[in-house]
């Protein structure tokens, strides 16, 4: 939820800057948004969440 939430946030800054948002564009943001947060995520908590 937190996730969606950061994603949500990006792209609202994203279409300030831009006019028009393509889909795939939409599409590539989100993925290297969640890429990005995932890879931030401290390896204990990923280790926890996954037992």
């Given at each position: 939820m937190?996730?969606?939430?950061?994603?949500r946030?990006?792209?609202?800054?994203?279409q300030?800057r831009?006019a028009?948002?393509?889909l795939?564009?939409?599409?590539?943001e989100l993925?290297?948004?969640?890429?990005?947060?995932?890879?931030?995520?401290?390896?204990?908590?990923?280790?926890?969440?996954?037992?």
């Open positions: 937190f996730r969606d939430m950061v994603q946030e990006a792209l609202r800054i994203l300030r831009e028009e948002l393509p795939d564009k939409i599409e590539n993925d290297e948004i969640s890429n990005r947060f995932l890879a931030e995520l401290p390896i204990d908590l990923i280790e926890s969440l996954l037992e």
